[in-house]
């Protein structure tokens, strides 16, 4: 069965720093990836997704890598606000046709004014 | 655009009551896919739609769950009987046609079970 894990579970940061959030996956045989951010209470929006023939995508401050052969994706936050602050999950489908998709638990990112 | 619609957003209920939940996905989404999340826990998924057939459900959704699309546009999902254990956040997500979109969530309903 596939398992997504999310290293931190939480992250801190003084406003400004640049930072990398991961995500890895234990089965490679994926259809893409897809990072998505929570704000307390509410539901996801999806900020990039990477299909698996992707290296990476980039929308504004976030470039968002994968690396299917490792089971890696990285989610990079440049020049972090404190309206970062938010849980960031990644998810994965896979290639078997199911169109559900995978969650890691989040990292819960914090940015200090 | 007005995005996946959920409703309502919070319901508390004594255990043993049914409970129904409705959701608008996308209008011009087919796929219609239910998860459930618990506190700390990523969402994990429940069922799936393709316009109004079900296609795929999990073994969470267990006999007192059952979920409809019947026009394949809105869906509902009941459970039946409530348990201390069906206390979560219900998520819905919408994408469009083609396999290799994006699935779009709405804000989801937090049910509590007293």
């Known amino acids: 069965k596939q398992e997504v894990t999310q290293i931190p579970a939480a992250l801190s940061v003084p406003e400004g720093e640049n930072l990398v959030l991961n995500c890895s996956f234990t089965d490679s045989a994926i259809y893409n990836l897809q990072w998505f951010r929570q704000d307390p209470g509410k539901g996801l929006t999806s900020l990039l997704l990477?299909?698996?023939?992707?290296r990476e995508q980039t929308s504004g401050r976030l470039n968002a890598s994968l690396d299917k052969s490792s089971g890696r994706s990285t989610l990079y936050i440049a020049a972090s606000q404190p309206g970062d602050s938010a849980t960031y999950l990644c998810?994965?489908?896979?290639?078997?046709?199911?169109?559900?998709?995978?969650f890691g638990t989040g990292t819960r990112l914090t940015v200090i004014p | 655009d007005t995005g996946v619609s959920q409703d309502p957003r919070h319901k508390i209920t004594k255990r043993g009551q049914n409970v129904t939940f409705r959701c608008d996905p996308i209008s011009e989404h087919n796929r219609l896919y239910w998860y459930r999340q618990t506190l700390g826990q990523g969402p994990e998924f429940l069922t799936y739609f393709q316009n109004e057939a079900q296609l795929e459900k999990s073994r969470l959704l267990s006999d007192r769950f059952s979920a409809e699309r019947p026009k394949g546009s809105f869906s509902t999902l009941e459970i039946q009987r409530t348990e201390q254990g069906d206390s979560a956040m219900y998520l819905c997500?919408?994408?469009?046609?083609?396999?290799?979109?994006?699935?779009?969530f709405g804000d989801g309903t937090r049910l509590s079970i007293l």
């Open positions: 997500a919408s994408s469009d046609r083609a396999s290799n979109q994006p699935q779009h």
């Open positions: 998810a994965v489908k896979e290639q078997t046709g199911a169109n559900n998709l995978f």
């Open positions: 990477i299909q698996s023939s992707q």
